[in-house]
């Protein structure tokens, strides 16, 4: 398995479509060493600016979908 290190340097946008949520990034993407047993394969670094407008963004896209769904499913 292929590992990374991502570094989050921009955020672009998001939108969702057939209840998956697509983020445009820009970020740099470089090989990350084997991890050992117990480490994580992959890292993403974000400020916690980044962070928090992610979380805003989220939590918007999933307003959107709760509103497609039947009153039924909620």
Not at 48 to 54: N, P
Not at 56 to 71: R, T
């Amino acid at each position: 398995m292929k590992t990374y290190e991502v570094e989050l340097q921009r955020i672009k946008g998001m939108r969702q479509a057939g209840g998956v949520i697509y983020l445009q990034v820009d970020a740099l993407v470089q090989p990350k060493a084997t991890a050992s047993e117990g480490e994580p394969s992959s890292l993403l670094c974000m400020s916690e600016e980044q962070a928090r407008v992610i979380a805003a963004l989220i939590k918007n896209q999933l307003l959107e979908l709760d509103k497609k769904k039947a009153k039924s499913r909620r």
